[in-house]
């Protein structure tokens, strides 16, 4: 059995774990609401187009004009763009907790995330998330989604750490399913409380 203390690497998702998720279906009934948009009609056109945003082949321009810009509208893209970037909070307990244990066991930190281009740039400038990352894998960048298990893959070769060296954090539980099937030590995030224990139960404790 391979220890706690061999971690050298800490991977994880942004949306629902350091943040809320960016541009949830929450969010876009927020907008419809907000908008007056007719939300059958929004959601069918974003799923449709969304995974193609989120792995970098459209701009949020082209997103935006397929979703909500096709025909007319009574208020301004910037506007629309910036209730969107407006859904994103954070979950300052969790930032902290993470940069706690990175500082305490000396671990690369990284993120894997499916996130638009526009969208994931707000939100590490936003939050100051660059300053306990070290690097960032969105699929948007890298052209690959999860649940692609390459994109894992492509993560740990850049942290240049095998991976059951790694732990790994995620809300979703299927992708926390393929991080253990790649051989990382997984998390299944519900909770601050949850998440601390699971981290302290394999060696990286926050205190």
């Known amino acids: 059995m391979k220890t706690a203390a061999a971690s050298a690497c800490l991977l994880l998702?942004?949306?629902?774990?350091?943040?809320?998720?960016?541009?949830?279906?929450l969010a876009r009934k927020r907008a419809a609401r907000t908008f007056r948009l007719d939300w059958t009609e929004m959601e069918e056109r974003h799923r449709l187009v969304f995974e193609t945003y989120e792995e970098g082949k459209f701009?949020?321009?082209?997103?935006l004009d397929r979703v909500v810009f096709y025909r007319k509208r009574m208020f301004k893209r910037v506007q629309f763009q910036r209730f969107m970037?407006?859904?994103?909070?954070?979950?300052?307990?969790?930032?902290?907790?993470?940069a706690r244990i990175k500082a305490r066991h000396r671990l690369k930190v990284a993120v894997i995330s499916n996130e638009g281009r526009e969208l994931n740039a707000y939100r590490i400038r936003k939050f100051k998330l660059d300053h306990i990352v070290d690097f960032?894998?969105?699929?948007?960048?890298v052209h690959l989604r999860k649940p692609d298990a390459q994109?894992?893959?492509?993560?740990?070769?850049?942290?240049?750490?095998?991976?059951?060296?790694?732990?790994?954090?995620d809300d979703t539980p299927m992708f926390a399913e393929i991080g253990r099937d790649l051989g990382m030590r997984s998390v299944f995030h519900t909770s601050y409380r949850s998440t601390r224990a699971q981290l302290s139960a394999l060696g990286l404790s926050s205190e």
């Open 13 to 25: 998702d942004i949306g629902g774990v350091l943040l809320t998720d960016g541009w949830d279906h």
């Open 151 to 169: 994109i894992f893959r492509l993560a740990l070769d850049v942290a240049q750490v095998q991976a059951r060296r790694a732990v790994y954090i």
């Open 59 to 63: 701009t949020l321009a082209e997103y």
């Open 136 to 141: 960032f894998v969105c699929s948007s960048l």
């Open 85 to 98: 970037y407006g859904q994103s909070k954070p979950y300052p307990a969790m930032i902290e907790l993470i």
